[in-house]
Nanobody, 117 residues
């Protein structure tokens, strides 16, 4: 297993922006797929964005038009704008050398994003 590390979280007011990054110092190759997940208090884990090795992206309906995922070979980004209190959650990145379907093999520990006034 390869450990991924997220950065860029924090506390913001509604309507503001944050950009999350995800990297690994253990692997510098190209992942077949990467994704961002989030888990809000009292709720199930939700996949908010994914991106394949060709750069094609998918988004959850809850974040479409507000979040943008992008990647380098091993670095994953999530640009978040117009943040809402409902976006408050622990955000985790995931990556896999294998194509889907199936669970991602490698995960970050997660970072907190808090949106409140």
């Amino acid at each position: 297993q390869v450990r991924l590390v997220e950065s860029g979280g924090g506390s913001v007011q509604p309507g503001e922006s944050l950009t999350l990054s995800c990297v690994s110092s253990q692997y510098t190759g190209t992942w077949a797929r990467m994704a961002w997940f989030r888990r809000a208090a009292g709720k199930d884990r939700e996949e908010v964005a994914s991106i394949d090795r060709s750069g094609r992206t998918r988004y959850a309906d809850s974040v479409k038009g507000r979040f943008t995922a992008s990647r380098g070979s091993t670095t994953l980004y999530l640009a978040m704008r117009d943040l809402e209190p409902e976006d408050t959650a622990i955000y985790s990145c995931a990556a896999d050398l294998r194509q889907g379907p199936g669970d991602y093999a490698n995960w970050g520990q997660g970072i907190q994003v808090t949106v409140s006034s």
